[in-house]
């Protein structure tokens, strides 16, 4: 894999991402390490590893799961391309959960000393880290607010709805022509706390009433007014204008 450096990073191209002055660039460069590629299904951090280092999703899509002992599964949160992984171990000795690809993806890689670096060198820097945790967080307590409390058929619809979002978000035509979507029932099931035979139920319900289709790895909106209606979603889903590490 030919290696692209930080100042030609497609991803900083797009609207999604906010510009960054030279001198930030050229710090986040000296910081990394190296780009890695993996398939779908590895693991990128291992639950309980010590010694992961720092990750920015630079393609594909990867999700945070914890497991228990009898190896059922939660997944936190979905992973898409700018997101940036393994901060939680830094404030712990191990992780608590794991990362794991969910397509092909393509991370950069950055040392383990990269958040103190951003910090002592350039704050602003440091701050847009806290905000991308920030971020991130909020998208957990959605999930959470999804399992506890809401019934599976607004789980589906906000899980479509703020991944459509998301992923339309990188595309000039904002997902007209469809976004990837290569979560499997299992996976919808394991994010939202529903039994795979209840998620294939109210997938085929919602599709059934014209909401969204869901073909050859893409996900369609075909009323994402009624969908988010169906949903109760705070908001419409898009996401903001992001930093990029």
């Known amino acids: 894999m030919k290696e692209v ?9 797009l609207q999604l991402f906010m510009p960054h002055a030279d001198d930030d660039v050229v710090l986040i460069q000296s910081l990394k390490r190296g780009q890695v ?36 599964r939660q997944i936190l949160n979905f992973l898409l391309p700018g997101d940036f992984i393994g901060v939680q171990q830094k404030m712990s000795d191990a992780l608590s959960h794991g990362v794991q690809a969910l397509s092909d993806v393509q991370l950069c890689v950055f ?5 103190w670096q951003l ?3 350039m704050p602003h820097m440091g701050f847009n880290l806290t905000w991308l945790i920030a971020q991130e967080q909020s998208l957990v307590d959605d999930g959470l607010l999804s399992v506890g409390r ?4 607004e789980r589906v619809a906000v899980l479509l ?47 059934r009433r014209g909401l969204h289709r869901i073909e050859n790895g893409l996900l369609f909106l075909k009323d994402s007014t009624a969908l988010a209606r169906t949903a109760a979603l705070y908001g419409d889903g898009k996401p903001p204008q992001r930093p990029l590490v």
């Open 37 to 72: 590629g993996l398939g779908a299904g590895q693991d990128i951090i291992h639950e309980g590893q010590t010694d992961a280092p720092l990750y920015t999703l630079w393609s594909g899509w990867a999700f945070r799961y914890k497991t228990l002992t009898d190896g059922r």
């Open 5 to 13: 450096s930080c100042k030609d990073c497609p991803l900083r191209t």
């Open 111 to 115: 040392s383990r000393d990269t958040l």
């Open 161 to 207: 709805i703020l991944l459509f979002k998301r992923a339309a978000a990188m595309f000039p035509d904002a997902g007209a022509g469809g976004v990837p979507f290569p979560l499997t029932q299992q996976h919808v099931a394991d994010a939202l706390g529903l039994s795979l035979v209840h998620t294939n139920k109210t997938l085929r319900k919602l599709e």
């Open 119 to 121: 910090h002592r060198t």
């Open 150 to 153: 809401r019934s599976a058929e």
